[in-house]
């Protein structure tokens, strides 16, 4: 189980690119892109799927399309990523970072760009 929360802007500039340059965003994730799917799971309380950018390429399910709310409710996907998703959303990340029991996550829009992904037991 995890939940996500909106970070606080910690850098401001005057553009995502500034924000890419500050924050010392490498190549490799300035490629990688966060993507929100429809879950093809029916019998889910849990509608969407949420595909993190990371070496082992975690999937989670969750409860609202990410991340409008303060805290969404997530748990893993069992299943491999759909091979035809049905995709909501696909955004450029600028960073995607595991840090214990949390991921960072920073997209490259103007808003919603920030959420820690929060694993409890």
């Known amino acids: 189980m995890c ?12 553009g995502r690119l500034d924000i890419r340059m500050e924050a010392g965003v490498s190549e490799r994730d ?3 892109v966060f993507v929100v799917a429809r879950n093809p799971q029916l019998d ?7 595909k993190l950018p990371l070496e082992d390429g975690l999937v989670l399910k969750a409860r ?3 991340p409008t709310t303060a805290r ?4 893993p996907f069992e ?10 959303e696909q955004v450029p990340v600028l960073h995607c ?7 960072d996550l920073v997209l490259d829009r103007p808003r919603l760009a920030r959420s820690q992904f929060v694993f409890t037991e």
């Open 30 to 32: 300035a490629m990688r």
């Open 44 to 50: 889910t309380k849990l509608p969407y799927l949420v």
């Open 97 to 103: 970072r595991r840090r214990g029991a949390a991921i």
């Open 64 to 66: 609202e399309v990410w």
């Open 72 to 75: 969404v409710y997530c748990h």
């Open 3 to 14: 939940r996500t929360e909106p970070m606080a802007n910690v850098i401001m500039g005057s």
């Open 79 to 88: 299943e491999d990523w759909p091979g035809e998703p049905d995709i909501l």
